[in-house]
């Protein structure tokens, strides 16, 4: 058994993730309710192959696979090229477990998909995909790639940027620190976030991408992210319910919460337990956006 980590959970604002299916509130990390997951009859839960999930969303990998497709991913790839028109003959996807999105958005393209476990790549394989048993690592594609998918991609990290063509994309998340570990490189150009807006249709932003790496500073800002009423739960325990409204009234949430987290004291639940207290949201964006990079062409 093992767990789904694709980058199409759904986190709410309570920090939970939503059903891919049905949007019924489940445990973070799950992509499926168990009402949906039930298989009715032998068919194929669509994109889940036949399936049996257990009461924590895990699920056995002995059952029968085939090709996932998020309808997110298959979104946000289509976005990319209305925006950007980019070349994109060659799709590389190291580390894909059995993610075939990019075959449906890029579909005249050239995808190579490669994952150092056998299993997904068997399953790609016999579904028609070109792809490798490789360790991404050493694996080299044999031309440099239009477009390079970098999603959760694990121990593999950025390596494969090197195999990317002047001027070529790198469309990834945040999950593994890739996106952090991208935009700290010379070598290539952050050119937007494929995020939801408030009305969570996609959007493409190219507008000061980078303040995804810069916490909301006042609680105007505060006010529109998933964590506000968590923070407000959270100083309401340490301050009470007639400090809290004050601390409202005076715009001070942002620098009470701060001082909280700065402090090395634990607050505890209603059971005595230490609460995990979340950092400050990003201005905008989150970690399972897809971040959009470019190639800078060398001048020799
Ligand atoms: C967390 S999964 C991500 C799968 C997919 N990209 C997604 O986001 O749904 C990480 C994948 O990386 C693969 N992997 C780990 N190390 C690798 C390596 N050195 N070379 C190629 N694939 C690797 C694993 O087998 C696994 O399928």
């Not at 839960?45 to 990998?61: A, H, S, T």
């Not at 029968?64 to 060659?90: A, H, T």
């Not at 477009?147 to 063509?165: C, D, H, M, Q, S």
């Not at 959007?203 to 964590?227: A, G, H, M, Q, R």
């Amino acid at each position: 058994m093992f767990w789904w980590g694709r980058n199409n959970l759904i986190i709410n604002k309570n920090n939970m993730a939503n059903c891919i299916y049905c949007s019924k509130e489940i445990g973070e990390g799950m992509r499926i309710c168990q009402d949906c997951a039930k298989p009715q009859s032998d068919e194929f839960i669509p994109g889940e192959g036949l399936i049996e999930f257990d009461d924590w969303g895990g699920y056995d990998e002995k059952k029968e696979l085939r090709p996932d497709v998020s309808s997110s991913l298959v979104e946000s790839y289509n976005l990319f090229q209305e925006k950007l028109s980019p070349k994109c003959d060659i799709v590389y996807y190291p580390s894909c477990d059995l993610d075939s999105s990019p075959s449906i958005a890029f579909e005249k393209s050239r995808i190579i998909y490669v994952d150092i476990a056998e299993n997904p790549i068997k399953i790609l394989k016999d579904h028609g995909y070109e792809a490798h048993v490789a360790d991404a690592k050493k694996f080299k594609p044999d031309e440099p790639v239009d477009i390079l998918i970098l999603l959760n991609p694990g121990e593999t990290g950025v390596a494969p940027v090197k195999f990317l063509a002047d001027q070529g994309y790198v469309l990834c998340n945040d999950y593994h620190d890739t996106a952090t570990k991208l935009v700290q490189r010379g070598d290539l150009e952050f050119v937007a976030i494929i995020r939801e807006d408030e009305n969570k249709k996609k959007i493409f932003d190219s507008e000061n991408p980078d303040e995804y790496w810069k916490e909301v500073s006042s609680d105007e800002e505060l006010k529109t992210k998933p964590l506000y009423d968590f923070i407000l739960k959270t100083l309401k325990k340490v301050h009470g319910e007639e400090r809290l409204g004050e601390i409202i009234k005076r715009g001070e949430i942002v620098s009470e919460y701060t001082k909280i987290l700065d402090s090395e004291e634990d607050i505890l639940d209603e059971s005595g337990f230490p609460i995990v207290l979340f950092d400050l949201p990003r201005k905008k964006g989150n970690m399972d956006n897809i971040f959009v990079f470019r190639k800078i062409k060398k001048v020799d």
